[in-house]
């Protein structure tokens, strides 16, 4: 059974850099043909896509948030991560790891982080 | 303001149906890239319902149905039950953004 549970800051100060990880059970995120993302949920609000990183190494960025975003696999640990730079409070949000198919389906997601940006 | 559009509430009564739509445009779901759903109960995580447009997992009930023709996609579900409120989100690819886009999301009540 695969599962992903997210960790990291629940507060990070405005202009500093949110960091989450995203640590997998279940599956090896080295192998198989699948997407490692993240996406975020403003409280009330839709999903946005953050970032992908794909298990041979590929990544794609929100264009958005693109100049912000760094996101990067740990195979010896089995965890990705998610780097976000000058946060503002904008920012602030349920953010979530999840894994795609190849297909381009979020089978399994983890169960959300809240993170607030604020001083 | 979301890529994919989808109206903000539906409802129906117990054992009714009712049909969630999500537009989008040539770069995404009418240049044929596939149109996922996700089914997302009140403080919980988002769980996947539809794959492929018209897909359901293993688990999913036939309840729960989906299509997708031009520029649009649907989800249907019939025979509405208390558990199915909940806020539903269609997921597509778009070719212009190079990346996944959402709808914006339907709150479905049961009356």
């Known amino acids: 059974q695969v599962q992903l549970q997210e960790s990291g800051p629940g507060l990070v100060k405005p202009s500093q850099t949110l960091s989450l990880t995203c640590t997998v059970s279940?599956?090896?995120?080295?192998?198989?043909?699948?997407?490692w993302s993240w996406i975020r949920q403003p409280a009330g609000q839709g999903l946005e896509w953050i970032g992908r990183?794909?298990?041979?190494?590929?990544?794609n960025y929100n264009p958005s948030l693109k100049s912000r975003v760094t996101v990067s696999l740990d195979t010896s640990n089995n965890q990705f991560s998610l780097k976000l730079s000058s946060v503002t409070a904008a920012d602030t949000a349920v953010y979530y790891c999840?894994?795609?198919?190849?297909?381009?389906?979020?089978?399994?997601w983890g169960q959300g982080t809240l993170v607030t940006v604020s001083s | 303001q979301s890529v994919l559009t989808q109206p903000p509430s539906v409802s129906g009564a117990p054992g009714q149906g009712v049909t969630i739509s999500c537009t989008g445009t040539?770069?995404?779901?009418?240049?044929?890239?596939?149109v996922h759903w996700y089914q997302q109960l009140p403080g919980a995580a988002p769980k996947f319902l539809i794959y492929?447009?018209?897909n359901r997992p293993s688990g999913v009930p036939d309840r729960f149905s989906g299509s997708k023709s031009g520029t649009s996609a649907s989800l249907a579900i019939t025979g509405l039950q208390a558990e199915d409120e909940a806020v539903y989100y269609c997921q597509s690819y778009d070719s212009g953004l190079s990346g996944w886009v959402f709808g914006g999301g339907t709150k479905l009540t049961v009356l």
């Open positions: 279940g599956a090896s995120i080295s192998s198989g043909s699948y997407y």
């Open positions: 040539s770069s995404n779901i009418g240049a044929a890239y596939d």
């Open positions: 999840a894994r795609a198919d190849y297909g381009g389906y979020f089978d399994h």
């Open positions: 990183i794909y298990t041979y190494g590929r990544i």
């Open positions: 492929g447009n018209n």
